[in-house]
Each structure stands twice: as C-alpha cells, then as structure tokens.
C-alpha cells in the first residue's frame, strides 16, 4: 500500500527560527508536493517537485523553500518561521512523469500540524 | 486556469439520509476530477476520480460522483449516510499546468451526520 510518512505530527517553534519539514514516500513516484491547509482555504500548493534535484514554485512560496535530494525524500524549509506560517503542512506524492502524470491522484501523509510562537 | 467552487463549507444530514456534496470546476480542457476525505488529524485520502470513460464513478465506502459536462459539475453522493462519513471533503481538478500533475482543490465541506 501506499505510504507517505511525514517526520511530525505536531511541532512548535519560535519566530525566526529555521524550521525543516521531512516528508519521505515508499513508492518510487516522480512528483512530490507541499501544501498548507488552513480553515476556508483549502489545501495550497507551496512548492513541488517532479524530479530529484528539480523545484518548481506552487501557488504560495513566499517564505518557504525546498529540497529534493533522493527521490524519495521531500523537505519544506521555513527560512525564518514567522506567526503567519502556523498551518497544517500536508505532503504529498504521485505517479507518472509531467503529462502521463496529469491522471494520477495524489497520495497523502497525515500532516504536520505546526505553531509557531 | 483551472477553478473548483464547493457548495456549502458546512453539511448536516441524519443518519441514513443522502448525502449530497456539491462541486463545480471551471477548466479550458477536458478535467480529470477527484474527491477526497479528511478524516479528524488525519491527512486527505481519495475517494474517487474521474479521467475519462464512464461519466458515473464509483469510490470507496459507497460514495459515487457524475461527471457532468454540461453542468461543469462532479457532485459527490451517497445514498445512506453513516455516523463514520463524518469528515471534510475535498474536490480537486488536475490543473495540468505546463504538463505538470497539479491538484487545484475546493474549500471543502465538513459533513456532518447527525443520529
């Protein structure tokens, strides 16, 4: 089955601290996601990635950055955390290299929920 | 560019009643379409998608959704509702954007189902 692990359910930092967000899937997939999900809004595409090494920006990047070193492994980057940035964070996975990929859902870790101070 | 609007941040129904979850996209292209659930501290799961082939799609724990074209909508039903589908709902569109595999999602609908 499919598994999306995220390091942290639950985190809380200062402001102005680095804060680093892990995000790890066993299925070999070529894309992986970072959302922020808050009351209202939905879920927000904040940076993806379809291959190692490869970033693209989402929807809210201001604030965040990424890195994929293995294709396995996914990590959002808080430079300097401020109170704006207290969300649920949700990683995601999927399938299929750019346009065959377009079909392909999205698999889900269970969140990180993280304040910050 | 690819919209999803969901009718309703907040459903009620009683047990055993339809479950009846609203969703209309906006796309430029022939969409793919999916529903998926959040259960409490929990990340989202599908439920169900649509990419091409037969407008009615089945997903798990007997939730269905029609594709319709002419409507521009993919509501979510269910013919019986139990205590247990109580959740936020979400409906997304692969937006496709430069050929990537990106999800533009709703606002969601927290269902609740009362005894």
């Known amino acids: 089955d499919v598994k999306v692990t995220q390091s942290s359910r639950y985190l809380v930092k200062r402001t102005g601290e680095k804060v680093f967000l892990e995000c790890v899937q066993d299925?070999?997939?070529?894309?992986m996601f970072w959302y922020r999900q808050d009351p209202g809004l939905g879920l927000r595409l904040i940076y993806f990635s379809y291959d190692v090494k490869m970033k693209e920006k989402g929807d809210i990047p201001e604030g965040y950055s990424v890195s994929r070193e293995k294709k396995e492994r996914f990590s959002l980057i808080l430079e300097s955390a401020s109170t704006n940035q207290t969300s649920m964070y949700l990683c995601a996975s999927s399938s299929g290299h750019r346009k065959r990929a377009l079909n392909q859902p999205q698999h889900f870790g269970d969140g990180t929920r993280l304040s910050i101070l | 560019a690819q919209s999803v609007t969901q009718l309703g941040s907040h459903v009620s129904v009683s047990e055993g009643a339809l479950v009846l979850l609203r969703c209309n996209y906006s796309?430029?292209?022939?969409?793919?379409l999916f529903w998926y659930v959040q259960y409490p501290n929990q990340g989202l799961q599908l439920l169900l998608k649509?990419?091409?082939?037969?407008?009615l799609v089945k997903g798990i724990n007997g939730f269905e959704a029609e594709f319709k074209k002419s409507e521009t909508s993919f509501h979510l039903t269910k013919p019986s509702a139990h205590m247990s589908d109580a959740a936020e709902y979400f409906c997304a569109v692969s937006a496709g954007s430069g050929g990537y595999n990106k999800l533009i999602f709703g606002a969601g609908t927290r269902l609740a189902v009362h005894p």
């Open positions: 299925m070999d997939h070529e894309n």
């Open positions: 796309s430029s292209v022939p969409p793919y």
């Open positions: 649509y990419t091409t082939g037969a407008t």
